[in-house]
C-alpha cells in the first residue's frame, strides 16, 4: 500500500479462515489502520488484490460488500443526536431500497443487536448523552444490525476505561464464539489481546513479522524486534494466559555499564523476590539468586540476565548437593537478602544455610517481623531462624527503598543514592 511515494505495507500476504479471532498488533506507524482500510475498501492497494470469499473485494458491489462485512473506528463519537436506536437501525441500510422503511424483519434484528449489546433499555436515549462504554456498545450493535459475516475494529478500546476494555472484549469474543463472526482487530494493548484472541498477526516495518498462536508470535524475541523494548513472557497464574512485561529503560542493557562491586544473594524465589531484584539490579549490584526452580519468576529474571542461580528440579526437596551449592554462592556474597518470601518445609533449608554460613563475612537482611510472621508455614521454625540471625547482628528492612537505603549507608556509590532518591 502506498501513499504517492511513502509505501505504508509491503509484501503482505495472508490468509484468515472462516470464524478466526484475530489481534492485529505492532508498533505505532507499522501499518494496522491502514491494513484494516484496505479490507474494508476505503483503500485500494497500489498492487496486490483483498480477497474475500475467493473474490476481488474491489470488484463486490458496494451494497453487498456492506452485507459481508462491517467496520467499528477507533473514534465512536457521534455528531448528531440521534437515538440508540436510530443509529443501531443504520446498520440495515444495506438491504434497504431507497426511501424503503424498516420490514418487521428488520426491527427485530435490530432489536436482537440492541438485546445482545446489551443497550436495549438505552434505546430511546440520545447517543451524545451515552459513556464511551455505552456508545462503543452502541456502535457494535450497528454492527451486527448488518449481520456481518467479517467484523473489523480499529483500536476498539482505545478511549476506555479498563472495565469497559474488558467488558468490550467479552462482548466482541462472545460474538465470535456464537455467531461465527470472523473478527480482525488493530489494538495496542498486548496483555488485554493475550487474555481474548486466539490468532495473532504482528506487523513490523511495514511487513508481516510473524502470524501464528499466541505462543508463537508474543515471543521476547518478537516482541524486542517488533517495538524495540526488551520484554519478559511468563504465564499469567490466574488464567494462563501470555503476560507481557516491557523492562524499564535501567534494565535494558543485561549487565550494568559500571557493575558495583558488592555481591549481593537473594534467597529463594517467587514473585515476592522480582522488585528485589529488579531494584538491586539497576542500582548495579552483582547478584546472584537460589535455589529456585526454573518455572520459578525470579529464575526468568536471573536467566534473562545471566546472573548466577541455583536451579532446583521441579517438586524436589533441597538435596545436599543444591544445598552446598547455594552456600557457595551465600560465601561468596558481602550481603544476604531475605526478601519476604513464604517458608515452610520446602525451602527452610534456605534460611537454614544462611545460619550456617554465617560465621563468614557478609552482611544479612530481613524484612520487618511482622512481615515475616504473615509468611512462616513452617510452625514458627521460620521466624525462629531470623530471631537467631537477628541476634547474630542481622538488620530487618522496609521495601525495596528501605532495602536500598541500607545498602546507601553502609555501601556508598552515587547509582544507589539516585535509586533511593526515585
Do not use: W
Not at 127 to 144: C, D, F, K
Not at 240 to 262: A, D, H
Amino acid at each position: 500500500m502506498e501513499y504517492g511515494s511513502f509505501t505504508a505495507l509491503n509484501g503482505l500476504k495472508f490468509s484468515v479462515k472462516a470464524g478466526d479471532f484475530v489481534a492485529l498488533i505492532g508498533p505505532n506507524g507499522a501499518g494496522k489502520s491502514t491494513l484494516l482500510r484496505c479490507i474494508s475498501r476505503l483503500l485500494r492497494p497500489a498492487r496486490g488484490t483483498v480477497c474475500l470469499d475467493d473474490r476481488d473485494l474491489h470488484k463486490i458491489p458496494l451494497q453487498e460488500t456492506a452485507t459481508l462485512m462491517s467496520v467499528v473506528p477507533q473514534d465512536t463519537a457521534v455528531d448528531f443526536d440521534f437515538s440508540v436506536e436510530e443509529i443501531v437501525a443504520m446498520g440495515r441500510y444495506p438491504y434497504l431500497g431507497r426511501f424503503q422503511k424498516e420490514s418487521r424483519k428488520d426491527k427485530e434484528i435490530i432489536r436482537k443487536a440492541m438485546k445482545t449489546t446489551g443497550v436495549a433499555n438505552l434505546a430511546g436515549k440520545a447517543v451524545s448523552n451515552l459513556s464511551g462504554g455505552e456508545r462503543q456498545r452502541v456502535i457494535i450493535a450497528r454492527a451486527l444490525a448488518q449481520e456481518p459475516e467479517l467484523l473489523l475494529l480499529d483500536e476498539p478500546t482505545a478511549n476506555l476505561d479498563i472495565n469497559y476494555q474488558v467488558e468490550f472484549m467479552e462482548l466482541i469474543q462472545k460474538l465470535n464464539r456464537e455467531k461465527g463472526i470472523t473478527v480482525i482487530a488493530a489494538i495496542h494493548d498486548l496483555n488485554l489481546a493475550s487474555q481474548f484472541f486466539d490468532t495473532f498477526l504482528l506487523l513490523a516495518d511495514k511487513k508481516i513479522l510473524s502470524i501464528g498462536k499466541p505462543e508463537e508470535v508474543l515471543t521476547e524475541e518478537n516482541i524486542y524486534k517488533a517495538y524495540r523494548a526488551p520484554a519478559v513472557i511468563q504465564r499469567n497464574p490466574l488464567h494462563g494466559k501470555l503476560t507481557i512485561t516491557v523492562l524499564k529503560r535501567g534494565l535494558q542493557e543485561k549487565k550494568p555499564e559500571k557493575p558495583f562491586n558488592t555481591k549481593v544473594h537473594i534467597i529463594g524465589g517467587g514473585e515476592e523476590s522480582v522488585p528485589v531484584l529488579s531494584s538491586l539490579h539497576e542500582a548495579g549490584f552483582q547478584l546472584s539468586v537460589g535455589p529456585v526452580t526454573a518455572q520459578d519468576s525470579s529464575h526468568r529474571f536471573a536467566a534473562y540476565y545471566g546472573l548466577p542461580v541455583v536451579t532446583l528440579p521441579p517438586f524436589s526437596p533441597i538435596s545436599d548437593h543444591f544445598h552446598e551449592k547455594h552456600l557457595s554462592l551465600i560465601k561468596k556474597s558481602h550481603v544476604v537478602v531475605i526478601p519476604p518470601i513464604p517458608f515452610g518445609p520446602g525451602n527452610l533449608r534456605n534460611l537454614k544455610a544462611v545460619e550456617e554460613a554465617l560465621s563468614e563475612q557478609f552482611e544479612v537482611l530481613l524484612p520487618e517481623e511482622e512481615c515475616l510472621k504473615k509468611r512462616d508455614y513452617s510452625g514458627g521454625e521460620a521466624i525462629a531462624i531470623c530471631k537467631r540471625l537477628k541476634e547474630r547482628g542481622a538488620h530487618f528492612f522496609t521495601g525495596c527503598k528501605g532495602l536500598l537505603s541500607f545498602l546507601h549507608n553502609n555501601y556508598l556509590d552515587d547509582r544507589v543514592t539516585e535509586a533511593v532518591e526515585k
